[in-house]
Nanobody, 128 residues
Framework: QVQLVESGGGSVQAGGSLRLSCVASESIYKNYCMGWFRQAPGKEREGVVKIWPGVGSTYYADSVKGRFTISRDNAKNTLYLQMNSLESEDTAMYYC?????????????????????WGQGTQVTVSS
């Protein structure tokens, strides 16, 4: 049973934009803290942003603050990650993930190790 499905990745030049989507099963969307992660080759998976879908509260990594925006469509159990002013350093596989709701209470991203559900990922490549 597929729980999280990402889409929207692609190749773009530096300064461009992409919008990623994550469709979640209803049980995940309504009961878990959700987030976007990314992993570049040879690097650890890092958190980009988290959101509590039911409330709308968000927290961003400093590296993307002001450039990336997370939004949601509650009717579709879908998260969106609008990525603007993309840089070559944003090149990575992007993953949607879900963790216990308690991780949405703090002012920090949740670490990858506590995520319970993962999507298959979508590749973002930014060329300079």
């Amino acid at each position: 049973q597929v729980q999280l499905v990402e889409s929207g990745g692609g190749s773009v030049q530096a300064g461009g934009s992409l919008r990623l989507s994550c469709v979640a099963s209803e049980s995940i969307y309504k009961n878990y803290c959700m987030g976007w992660f990314r992993q570049a080759p040879g690097k650890e998976r890092e958190g980009v942003v988290k959101i509590w879908p039911g409330v709308g509260s968000t927290y961003y990594a400093d590296s993307v603050k002001g450039r990336f925006t997370i939004s949601r469509d509650n009717a579709k159990n879908t998260l969106y990650l609008q990525m603007n002013s993309l840089e070559s350093e944003d090149t990575a596989m992007y993953y949607c993930a879900a963790a216990s709701r308690t991780y949405c209470l703090g002012a920090a991203l949740f670490p990858a190790r506590v995520a319970i559900f993962w999507g298959q990922g979508t590749q973002v490549t930014v060329s300079s």
